[in-house]
């Protein structure tokens, strides 16, 4: 997966992980990128549930899910029984899940939405339940070009940052190059989620600071 969105030719309507709501409150701009999406956007009413805790009220997230469920720009879901069954299964046989990855997946499997999960284990677990099919990313969301076209260029490349920054908005490892040329070296130093983080900036930061120690000290000892 490079930096383009997987969801371009895909119209099944989206349900979205509580995480991923995390990562759109976090850019700033998620109400604008999912408005500009042209899929339905489903949130399972047990993610909703997730987002009620104190926390959640404080920093906005509650807020901001409830502003997109008044404003018309995500449904929430109610599970069956059938899709109690799945939910069921999917959290409370290993690997469980928590209870929003395992609605979120359970109403996926049974309507044939596309569910956007970001955590390895709830995609693992979402692709082996829906015959291969692949989930989404939020990084899908973000860089989905109805939502660059709406939001622009450097504003996106914002929402993409700060969703890094103060969402620690897990992306697939192969896309982490992509990444970093899009938001810069200097940005990507603030994102200590993105893959690899301590290897590329940790480690290289560490022997900088070593070489220029070393360079120092020979420079006092004329060598």
């Not at 130093?189 to 983080?197: I, K, M, V």
């Amino acid at each position: 997966m490079s930096c383009s969105s997987s969801l371009i030719d895909i119209a099944d309507p989206l349900i979205l992980d509580t995480s991923v709501l995390i990562n759109l409150h976090a850019c700033k701009y998620g109400e604008r990128i999912l408005a500009s999406i042209p899929n339905d956007v489903v949130v399972s009413e047990i993610v909703v549930g997730e987002l009620e805790h104190e926390t959640s009220r404080q920093n906005g997230e509650h807020r901001f899910l409830h502003d997109l469920v008044t404003g018309g720009i995500v449904t929430l879901a109610t599970m069956t029984d059938a899709e109690y069954e799945i939910f069921h299964e999917l959290a409370s046989t290993s690997p469980s899940l928590d209870d929003g990855e395992a609605a979120t997946i359970a109403i996926a499997a049974a309507r044939r939405f596309l569910p956007v999960i970001d955590e390895r284990r709830g995609r693992s677990r979402a692709t082996a339940l829906m015959n291969a099919r692949t989930p989404g990313w939020s990084l899908d969301l973000f860089r989905h070009p109805t939502a660059i076209a709406v939001l622009g260029d450097q504003p996106a490349l914002e929402a993409l940052y700060l969703a890094l920054r103060d969402g620690r908005m897990r992306i697939p490892a192969e896309s982490a190059d992509n990444v970093i040329a899009l938001i810069g070296m200097e940005r990507s130093r603030d994102c200590s989620c993105l893959p690899g983080y301590r290897d590329r900036f940790v480690g290289t930061h560490k022997k900088s600071m070593e070489v220029e120690t070393t360079v120092i000290a020979n420079l006092r000892t004329g060598k």
